[in-house]
C-alpha cells in the first residue's frame, strides 16, 4: 500500500467514478439454502455459490456508502471529515473472487497476507492489521474515510478496522463478513450486548452465535490491534 499521504486536493474529480457503479442496495445475496446461515446476511452486491468444498464469493468491491474516495461528482462523494488527510487514490470497481472452506475447522494459527484476507458483507476487501512492509498502520488510519476504510493504489477499497457503516446500521454484534478460512466475522459485541472475553491472539473464540446455534469459531472486531484478525485460526482459502 502507498505509504505517502498528501491533502486532499480538488483534482479528485469524476474520472474514475463512471467506472464505479451506483450503490447496491442491502437485499439479499444471492446465497441458496444449501450454504451455511450465516452466508444470508451477505448483501446484493455478493455473489455466493457453492463449489465443491468451498463456498465462492464475488463482488466488485466497492462501498454502498459514501467517501471522498468516490471523486468529486460521483452521486457517493462526500468532502473529508475534519482531520482527515485523503490519500491519492479513488474508489475503482474490481473483480474480487474469493474460495472460502465451506466447512472450515479450527487448526494451527497461521499468519494473515498483506491484501484481502476477507470479504464483508457488503462485498469490500477486509484487509489486516498493517500498513505496506507489515508495519503497523499509525498515521495510515488518518487516511480512513468516516466509515474506516480507504482505497489502496489500484482502487481496491477495503476496511482494516471496524467497518462503522456496518455497525452502525446493522448492529455492533452483526455479522461483518468471512475471513479466508471460512470463519466468520462479527462486530465488537456478543448478541446480548456484552464486550466479548476469551478472545485468542486471532482475535476469536468459539461459542454459539445467532447463525450458529451449536457454536462455531469466530471473530470479533475490537478498538485496538489487530482489529479484525491478528491470524487464521482454519486453513485459508483463495483469493482470484
Not at 491533502?7 to 467514478?17: E, N, R, V, W, Y
Not at 462501498?63 to 452521486?75: K, R
Request: include cysteine; aromatic fraction near 8%; charged fraction near 10%.
Amino acid at each position: 500500500m502507498r505509504t505517502e499521504l498528501v491533502m486532499f486536493m480538488g483534482s479528485m474529480t469524476a474520472a474514475l467514478a463512471c467506472a464505479s457503479p451506483a450503490a447496491p442496495t442491502a437485499a439479499s445475496s444471492s446465497a441458496s439454502a444449501s450454504t451455511p446461515a450465516m452466508y444470508a446476511h451477505f448483501e446484493s452486491a455478493v455473489s455466493v455459490s457453492v463449489e465443491g468444498s468451498t463456498i465462492a464469493l464475488r463482488s466488485n468491491g466497492v462501498p454502498d456508502h459514501p467517501s471522498p474516495y468516490w471523486g468529486v461528482g460521483n452521486a457517493l462523494y462526500e468532502a473529508p471529515q475534519a482531520g482527515m488527510i485523503v490519500n491519492p487514490n479513488l474508489i475503482v470497481a474490481q473483480s474480487l473472487v474469493l474460495h472460502v472452506p465451506a466447512a472450515p475447522v479450527v487448526a494451527t494459527a497461521s499468519d494473515t497476507p498483506l491484501g484481502p484476507i476477507g470479504m464483508a458483507v457488503n462485498g469490500v476487501a477486509i484487509f489486516n492489521q498493517y500498513a505496506a512492509g507489515r508495519s503497523p498502520l499509525g498515521q495510515e488510519i488518518q487516511t480512513f474515510d468516516r466509515y474506516n476504510g480507504h482505497p489502496q493504489q489500484t482502487g481496491m477499497y477495503h476496511y482494516h478496522v471496524e467497518p462503522l457503516w456496518l455497525t452502525s446500521n446493522h448492529g455492533a454484534s452483526s455479522l461483518i463478513g468471512v475471513l479466508l478460512d471460512g470463519f466468520p466475522v462479527y462486530g465488537p459485541r456478543e448478541s446480548d450486548g456484552s464486550v466479548p472475553s476469551g478472545l485468542d491472539s486471532c482475535n476469536g473464540h468459539t461459542h454459539a452465535t445467532p447463525d450458529a446455534p451449536g457454536g462455531t469459531y469466530h471473530y470479533h472486531v475490537t478498538a485496538a490491534a489487530p482489529y479484525i484478525s491478528g491470524c487464521f485460526r482454519g486453513a485459508a482459502g483463495t483469493v482470484g
